[in-house]
Nanobody, 127 residues
Framework: VQLQASGGGLVQAGDSLRLSCAAPAHAFGSFALGWFRQAPGKEREFVAAISWSGGSTTYGDSVKGRFTISRDKRKNTMYLQMNSLKSEDTAVYYC?????????????????????WGQGTQVTVSS
């Protein structure tokens, strides 16, 4: 399953940015999805996750109230709306997907649970 992340860029503190992650149509409906990020010299950090139906979401503590995850099944795309960006949000952002049983409609915030990863998109926030 190939994931394509996009939407990163250079913004100023306080600005907004929306990341996208496109997935193959045949996989999108049965996958839980998530966003993770990794800053230079730091471990990968959980950002946000959404269940296969979109009915369940969860966020990392550092982004709660500022970031919103969503998914559009018509476009086979997941989004991460990032508002009130801070310099500490600077990182490479990765989208990830995990095939799930449709009886398990959970958002998954653990990186090693995911089966597939996108290539990453750089977000740089200048202060």
């Amino acid at each position: 399953v190939q994931l394509q992340a996009s939407g990163g860029g250079l913004v100023q503190a306080g600005d907004s940015l929306r990341l996208s992650c496109a997935a193959p149509a045949h996989a999108f409906g049965s996958f839980a999805l998530g966003w993770f990020r990794q800053a230079p010299g730091k471990e990968r950090e959980f950002v946000a996750a959404i269940s296969w139906s979109g009915g369940s979401t969860t966020y990392g503590d550092s982004v709660k109230g500022r970031f919103t995850i969503s998914r559009d099944k018509r476009k086979n795309t997941m989004y991460l709306q990032m508002n009130s960006l801070k310099s500490e949000d600077t990182a490479v952002y990765y989208c990830a997907a995990k095939r799930v049983d449709l009886s398990s409609d959970y958002a998954i915030g653990i990186d090693f649970a995911y089966d597939y990863w996108g290539q990453g998109t750089q977000v740089t926030v200048s202060s």
